[in-house]
């Protein structure tokens, strides 16, 4: 069972940036898309970006153009690159699997990203 460790959060002023990482306990190469996501208190998890094993990449729209996904399967690590954040890109943030037939592995700790001025 793969496990994933998130880092990189942290506090920030609105229109900076930063640069999260995702960790995979053992290699990713044969998952097809890898996904980050982000939840704050109360609400659901959302997905708000997905890299496939080709590098075909999506995202939720109020992202699009700030946020990038990548992915190094040869580090079994996966990225996302956030500039011009908002306020309203608090939450606490999770990478996983996207279950496009199965299920999700199990829901690291995540990275808290907090963008306030």
């Known amino acids: 069972q793969l496990q994933f460790v998130e880092s990189g959060g942290g506090l920030v002023q609105p229109g900076e940036s930063l640069r999260l990482s995702c960790a995979a306990s053992g290699s990713i190469s044969s998952i097809f898309a890898m996904g980050w996501y982000r939840q704050v208190p109360g609400k659901q998890r959302d997905m708000v970006a997905l890299i496939t094993s080709a590098g075909i990449t999506d995202y939720k729209s109020s992202v699009e153009g700030r946020f990038t996904i990548s992915r190094d399967n040869a580090k079994n690590t996966v990225y996302l690159q956030m500039d011009n954040l908002l306020p309203e890109d608090t939450a606490v943030y999770y990478c996983?699997?996207?279950?496009?037939?199965?299920?999700?592995?199990?829901w690291g700790q995540g990275t808290q990203v907090t963008v306030s001025s």
């Open positions: 996983n699997n996207v279950p496009y037939s199965g299920t999700y592995y199990a």
